[in-house]
């Protein structure tokens, strides 16, 4: 493969996330070409396919990438699988069902001279890098953050969602995680946190967490999946030369009185992540932040658990 020659990749795993964003996104982008698909019970008209990740890397030596979009719980394997075949590999967020899972993923690229890219497409909205900028000098006096959308409208029937590894309702809290860590100019952690846990699942419906700046300064969170209507995905920070709003899960973005981003859609972020993954391949780089995903680990360790009624899809 030359230089000007698109990459071909291979995408596992063909739900909901993978026809809805990857796809069209691999489409829109001359760095790549679909080279394969791997899935067990869906194939795309005239593009290979096979019911196994191993069995299309072995036939398929011009499959120089693998994008996992499989739930969390089964992506540690093929993402190894994948590097010790010398593949680069896209992880879907969360990047695994555990830090512990990529961190050792991380490793195993880094020896193998690989690429691993953990993506968080929340952080590819038009406000994001606008936002981050306009922070970059102001001091954070604090925040909220207001995560609510409706379970049966994103995850129908998926019920990985709800076994243990599949997040809950950080599987989109997570995002604003993604986005709060982007944007801040300061580190934060998790000081507090409740969960509420369906008396008939795994991983929990809603949650509230009280992050701190390492100045001390308060972000609370409030995710929820019983929300119907529109839905909610807003963060606004208080800040020493007043408010920074994003709403739109940070599609817009407003702070001074100015508006920094007004973009009608999200249809850009997973562009954006085919973009960033062809500087990645180029520069052979890796880009494995955790932060979000620690988040989540620590609101899991320090939360008090509530339980609810139970939740029917």
Request: with cysteine; aromatic share 6%; net charge negative.
């Amino acid at each position: 493969m030359t230089a000007t020659e698109p990459v071909g990749i291979a995408v596992v795993g063909l739900g909901k996330i993978a026809r809805d964003q990857h796809l069209p996104s691999i489409a829109a982008n001359p760095a790549f070409r679909l080279a394969a698909t791997v899935s067990r019970n869906a194939s795309l008209p005239d593009v290979p396919s096979f019911a196994g990740l191993e069995e299309a890397l072995a036939a398929m030596p011009g499959v120089g990438a693998v994008a996992l979009c499989v739930p969390p719980q089964v992506r540690f394997g093929m993402a190894r699988a994948a590097l010790e075949a010398g593949r680069d590999v896209l992880l879907e967020k969360p990047p695994g069902a555990s830090m512990a899972e990529v961190m050792a993923l991380d490793r195993l690229a880094r020896d193998a001279g690989r690429v691993l890219y953990a993506t968080w497409h929340s952080r590819h909205a038009a406000g994001v890098a606008p936002a981050r900028d306009w922070l970059a000098d102001r001091r954070i006096l604090g925040g909220r953050i207001t995560w609510r959308e409706d379970v049966r409208r994103w995850h129908p029937g998926q019920d990985w969602i709800w076994q243990a590894g599949g997040l809950g309702v950080f599987d989109p809290g997570i995002n604003a995680l993604s986005v709060l860590t982007a944007i801040l100019p300061v580190e934060v952690f998790v000081s507090a946190a409740e969960l509420e846990f369906p008396a008939n699942r795994d991983t929990p419906i809603a949650a509230r967490l009280t992050l701190r700046t390492t100045e001390g300064r308060a972000v609370e969170a409030d995710f929820d999946w019983r929300q119907t209507g529109p839905q909610t995905w807003e963060i606004e920070l208080d800040t020493d030369a007043g408010p920074l709003l994003l709403t739109g899960g940070g599609a817009q973005a407003q702070a001074g009185g100015a508006v920094l981003a007004q973009a009608e859609t999200l249809a850009s972020e997973y562009d954006g992540i085919y973009a960033e993954f062809a500087r990645l391949l180029a520069a052979r780089e890796s880009a494995v932040d955790l932060r979000p995903q620690l988040h989540v680990a620590d609101a899991f360790m320090l939360g008090r658990r509530v339980q609810t009624d139970a939740f029917e899809d």
